[in-house]
């Protein structure tokens, strides 16, 4: 991402999550924050210094995926903590409390802080596109349902059409909602947490049960572990209708304002590679955010 907003002529700065931890005004002065790849671990003091960050003006563009669990860092910042899935059995911390810092999903009912309110997206909702064989054989991209939202603008992409299969940005962990269709457009249902005003542009297919073909389990790489720990997390077992509810997921690409800022999130690991491929409708994309977010 650095060498293509160079041959862009943006002039960035660069910091970590653990910066943001540490300072939670890092972001202030700055038109645009991007955020690029696996930001997977998160503690509430780096989201309230997102929020805080677009509440007051400031714009986001995520083009990132997997958006999942609460940390904790400890040892002034030189530790991070994070139980996952134990966290409800060994994290030191639950049935005190300080229950609201655990280190589990950020749906997990304990904490129930929903990713959506800070990306519009959460990974609860997504996760896996491209690996194994959970969605395998995906297109690669997001299907746009929106091409008339200004993000689109000279992409060349059409309702119906897929954004980015060339440079596969869809996968290998993605991050999506709850939602409906009507009438051909998918709307959110509101009950993951997605906040008001959002629009959902773009749409692929995720799932948290890894296909068996051939009946082998011990060749799965996924398998159905991830399925029945958000069952058991969200829906507090992990029965047949459960499971169900937990394995079709998706990724999204959203948009959507907060306070005086707004968001714009491609809910993907693999944007950049739509930059280093050269895909030019999601070059054009990305310039769309930034030039909107920083006037560039």
């Given amino acids: 991402m650095t060498r293509w907003l160079e041959a862009e002529g943006y002039h960035y700065d660069i910091a970590t999550l653990h910066d943001l931890h540490a300072d ?36 986001v563009a995520r083009f990132a995926g997997n958006f999942f669990w609460q940390i904790r860092l400890e040892d002034e910042g030189s530790t991070q ?3 996952k899935y134990i966290a409800r059995a060994e994290d030191p911390v639950m049935g005190t409390p300080d229950e609201t810092s655990a280190t ?17 997206v959460n990974g609860s909702r997504g996760i896996y596109a491209g690996l194994g064989h959970c969605v395998g054989r995906g297109s690669g991209g997001f299907t746009i349902y929106r091409p008339e939202h200004w993000a689109f603008e000279d992409a060349y992409v059409g309702y119906g059409d897929v954004l980015g299969a060339e440079s596969r940005i869809f996968g290998y962990e993605v991050d999506g909602l709850d939602h409906i269709v009507e009438r051909g457009l998918p709307y959110p249902t509101g009950e993951d947490g997605a906040p008001e005003g959002l629009k959902i542009l773009g749409l692929g297919l995720a799932t948290n049960r890894e296909a068996n073909f051939g009946g082998w389990d011990e060749d799965l790489y996924i398998g159905d572990s991830d399925a029945a720990f958000l069952a058991e997390t969200l ?39 739509g930059l280093r491929l050269n895909d030019l409708s999601v070059i054009q994309v990305t310039r769309n955010v930034l030039r909107r977010f920083t006037g560039h």
Avoid at 42 to 53: F, H, I, Q
Avoid at 104 to 120: D, M, Q, S, Y
């Fill in 24 to 59: 939670p005004g890092l972001l202030a002065g700055h038109r645009c924050v991007v955020f690029v790849g696996h930001d997977e671990y998160w503690s509430r003091k780096m989201r309230d210094a997102v929020d805080g960050y677009v509440e007051s003006g400031g714009h």
């Fill in 81 to 83: 903590v994070c139980y």
């Fill in 104 to 120: 589990n999903c950020w749906e997990a009912p304990e904490i129930n802080h929903p990713g959506a309110l800070t990306f519009g």
């Fill in 235 to 273: 829906h507090g077992e992990t029965s047949a209708e459960s499971l169900d509810k937990v394995a079709r997921s998706n990724g999204m690409i959203v948009n959507f304002p907060r306070g005086q800022g707004e968001v714009f999130t491609a809910g993907c690991c693999e944007w950049v590679n």
